[in-house]
Nanobody
Framework: QAQLVESGGGLVQAGDSLRLSCTASGLSFSSYSMGWFRKAPGREREFVGAITSSADRVSYIEAVKGRFTISRDNAKNTVFLQMNSVKVEDAAVYYC??????????????????WGQGTQVTVSS
């Protein structure tokens, strides 16, 4: 049974950094592209970024470009979301998701077949 487990969320001050991790089990992680999404209260779930299976392509939404970095360690079945210069508007529950089309870094959520349970990021001003 495939499982994605996020960790690393918490309370930070605006301007601080935070690194989220997502560890996979029960799936061929190295063949999956991985995405990060977030959902804030009262807002739709939002794509944050994605990384292909070989990490040759990484995509981000404009709001996080230059501040967030997605990377992965296929040997450890883990994908990371490094969040720098965090803003109040980054507060949300962050989810990782796995897409079996490894070459695709899509923001289209139906392509993602596995989802984690989410980790809360709270940002104080």
């Amino acid at each position: 049974q495939a499982q994605l487990v996020e960790s690393g969320g918490g309370l930070v001050q605006a301007g601080d950094s935070l690194r989220l991790s997502c560890t996979a089990s029960g799936l061929s992680f190295s063949s999956y592209s991985m995405g990060w999404f977030r959902k804030a209260p009262g807002r739709e779930r939002e794509f944050v970024g994605a990384i292909t299976s070989s990490a040759d392509r990484v995509s981000y939404i404009e709001a996080v470009k230059g501040r967030f970095t997605i990377s992965r360690d296929n040997a450890k079945n883990t994908v990371f979301l490094q969040m720098n210069s965090v803003k109040v508007e980054d507060a949300a529950v962050y989810y990782c998701a796995g897409n079996p089309i490894g070459s695709q870094s899509t923001q289209y959520s139906p392509y993602y077949t596995y989802w984690g349970q989410g980790t809360q990021v709270t940002v104080s001003s």
